[in-house]
Every structure is written in structure tokens, then in C-alpha cells.
């Protein structure tokens, strides 16, 4: 996925075939706010600014970038085992009760992407707050552009986790699922407050 073209990729995604899906788009979304979070960042290299926070940021939003990108290679990998697993024979009770188990397994493997984009994506809105009041302003559209795309990846990495959770009877699993996908309110909200200030500033 690292070496296609966009174009290739919209293509593939545009295709009948399963994946990749949503569940890398969420994790491109991610890995786009990434790297809107470092140019902004990298902007703001003059002596009117912290050159110590912006270093950090930057390493920060490309380590991020990094993983958002194999994450979305995973998230594909995850949803071709649910695959396999639902292809399991069934024709005796043993071999339903390993089924059931496996894609059990599987859900649970599928549903650690999408969770991991929206920590992605929650860290992602921290670093586009801190460069709201002290970054570059001549590229401050770019942090409401950073915060709506980490909004997209959180949003469509929820329901994708919403979603394994039915095949998933593992109560710990269950909750910390639960617990991940509910963190997107506050990433939401975060993201509307980060655009609101950036329309209200851009508006002066």
C-alpha cells in the first residue's frame, strides 16, 4: 500500500472486493492528518517560534504518519483472516464450535486496527491544539484541515470496531473496545473546537 499511487488505490478501493475498505481508509485519513500536523509544523521553524515544540511535534507527526501507514496494511491482513475464518467448515458440532472460535479470533484481530487509528487519531488533535495558537499563521487552515481528518479516521475506525463487536463474547475484550471507540466523542468535539477557532480567526 506504501508504494501505490493514489490513484491505484482509489481505483482498488472503488472495486468489489472487501478490502481494502473502510477500515484503511480510516487509517489513510490518519495518516494524512499526520502529515497536514509536520508541514504546519515544519513552517513554523522561525525565531518568532518555539523551535523546541515544533521539533517535537514534527518528530511526533511523522512517527504517527509511519504508523497510520502499516496500519492500514494491517487493518487489510485483519479483514482477509475474518474472511478465512468464515469459510471454516461446519458440518459437525466440533468443527462449528472451532469456527465459532476462530472467527471469534478473528473479529477480535480485525478490531485492533480501527483502535489503534483512533489513539492514533486522539493524539493527532493534542499536537493540531498546540499548533493552533502557536504555529505558523499562514498555514493555520491546515490545522482545521489536520483535525477533520483525525475526526474521519476516529469516526469510520468506530464503526468498524462497533461493528466486530457482535461476533466478540470476550467481556475484557468487549469493554476495552467499547471504552477505545468512546474516546472519538471527545476527538469530535476537540475537532469542532479546533476548526471553530481557525474559521473565527481566518474571519477577521
Known amino acids: 500500500m ?4 493514489v490513484e491505484a488505490f482509489l481505483a482498488q478501493l472503488a472495486t468489489r472486493e472487501p478490502a481494502p475498505g473502510g477500515g484503511a481508509t480510516a487509517a489513510l485519513h490518519a495518516a494524512q492528518s499526520a502529515s497536514l500536523v509536520a508541514m504546519v509544523a515544519r513552517y513554523s521553524n522561525g525565531a518568532r517560534y518555539d523551535a523546541g515544540l515544533m521539533t517535537r511535534i514534527v518528530t511526533a507527526a511523522d512517527r504517527l504518519r509511519d504508523e497510520a501507514l502499516s496500519l492500514a496494511e494491517a487493518d ?7 474472511s478465512e475464518a468464515y469459510q471454516l467448515p461446519k458440518e459437525t458440532s466440533d468443527l462449528r464450535q472451532s469456527r465459532s472460535a476462530a472467527i471469534e479470533a478473528a473479529l477480535t484481530g480485525a478490531a485492533q486496527p480501527p483502535a489503534q487509528v483512533i489513539r492514533i487519531a486522539a493524539r493527532l488533535i493534542e499536537l493540531a491544539g498546540e499548533l493552533l495558537p502557536t504555529g ?3 498555514v493555520i487552515t491546515d490545522v482545521a484541515a489536520a483535525a477533520e481528518a483525525a475526526r474521519a479516521a476516529a469516526v469510520t475506525s468506530r464503526v468498524n470496531i462497533e461493528v466486530n463487536l457482535r461476533g466478540i463474547k470476550d467481556a475484557a475484550i468487549r469493554a476495552e473496545l467499547v471504552a477505545t471507540a468512546a474516546a472519538t466523542d471527545e476527538i469530535t468535539a476537540r475537532a469542532d473546537r479546533i476548526v471553530a477557532a481557525v474559521r473565527e480567526e481566518i474571519a477577521r
Open 136 to 138: 505558523n499563521r499562514n
Open 76 to 82: 487489510a491482513a485483519a479483514f482477509g483472516a475474518v
Open 2 to 5: 506504501r508504494a501505490e499511487t
